[in-house]
T-cell receptor, first 112, second 114 residues
Framework: SQTIHQWPATLVQPVGSPLSLECTVE??????LYWYRQAAGRGLQLLFY??????ISSEVPQNLSASRPQDRQFILSSKKLLLSDSGFYLC???????????FGPGTRLLVL | GQQLNQSPQSMFIQEGEDVSMNCTSS?????WLWYKQDPGEGPVLLIA?????ELTSNGRLTAQFGITRKDSFLNISASIPSDVGIYFC??????????????FGQGTILTVHP
C-alpha cells in the first residue's frame, strides 16, 4: 500500500531563516505530487504541483519554491522566511490522472 | 475561477444524531471527494465519487454526486464522538490535464456532544 511521509512534524523558525520541508511517497511510481498550505484550520491553498522529476508548476506567486529531485521526493523551500509563511503545510500525491489525492500528516510551521 | 460553497460552516449536534452537509459549485465537476481532518493532522479521504448520480457509502457515511454535477452531499448517520473534526468537499475537473487541480470547500466543523 502507498504511504506518504512529511518531516519535520513541527518547526519554529526565525524570520529571515531558510526553510526545507520534505515529503516522500512509498508504494507507487511516478506520482503527481502537490504542496498545499492551510491557514487557521480552514481552506487548502495549492502552492505547487509536479508531474515528474524536475517538473514544478507554481500556482501562486510567493516566497516559497519547490523541487522534485527524485520520483517520490518533493521538497518545499525558502531562502528567507516571512512571518506570513506560518501555517500548516500539506503534501499530497495522486496517480498520473490526478483523480484522487491522498494527503500526508502535515508540517506545522511557525515563523517568529 | 471555480468556487465551492460548503455548508453549514459548523454544526453542534448530540451523539446519535444524523448529520448532513453539502457543497455546491458554479462549475461542473467530474469527481467529488470528501475528506475529514482531525486537529493537527492531514485530511483523510472518506469517499470518492466519479459519476453523476452516484451514491456511495462507507460505513455510517453516505455521499452522493449530484445529477447536475454541480453539487454533492455527505451524510453521517448515528454520530459518535470520534466524528468530530473538519469535513471538506473537493471537486476536480478532469480531462486533458496531466494533474488534478482540486477545488476545496471551506470546510464544515463538526462538534458532537456526548
Amino acid at each position: 500500500s502507498q504511504t506518504i511521509h512529511q518531516w519535520p512534524a513541527t518547526l519554529v523558525q526565525p524570520v529571515g531563516s531558510p526553510l526545507s520541508l520534505e515529503c516522500t511517497v512509498e508504494g507507487t511510481s511516478n506520482p503527481n505530487l502537490y504542496w498545499y498550505r492551510q491557514a487557521a484550520g480552514r481552506g487548502l491553498q495549492l502552492l505547487f504541483y509536479s508531474v515528474g522529476i524536475g517538473q514544478i508548476s507554481s500556482e501562486v506567486p510567493q516566497n516559497l519554491s519547490a523541487s522534485r529531485p527524485q520520483d517520490r521526493q518533493f521538497i518545499l523551500s525558502s531562502k528567507k522566511l516571512l512571518l506570513s509563511d506560518s501555517g500548516f503545510y500539506l503534501c499530497a500525491w495522486s496517480g498520473t490522472h490526478g483523480e484522487t489525492q491522498y494527503f500526508g500528516p502535515g508540517t506545522r510551521l511557525l515563523v517568529l | 475561477g471555480q468556487q465551492l460553497n460548503q455548508s453549514p460552516q459548523s454544526m453542534f449536534i448530540q451523539e446519535g444524531e444524523d448529520v448532513s452537509m453539502n457543497c455546491t459549485s458554479s462549475s461542473i465537476f467530474n469527481t467529488w471527494l470528501w475528506y475529514k481532518q482531525d486537529p493537527g493532522e492531514g485530511p483523510v479521504l472518506l469517499i470518492a465519487l466519479y459519476k453523476a448520480g452516484e451514491l456511495t457509502s462507507n460505513g455510517r457515511l453516505t455521499a452522493q454526486f449530484g445529477i447536475t454535477r454541480k453539487d454533492s452531499f455527505l451524510n453521517i448517520s448515528a454520530s459518535i464522538p470520534s466524528d468530530v473534526g473538519i469535513y471538506f468537499c473537493a471537486g476536480l475537473v478532469a480531462g486533458g490535464t496531466s494533474y488534478g487541480k482540486l477545488t476545496f470547500g471551506q470546510g464544515t466543523i463538526l462538534t458532537v456532544h456526548p
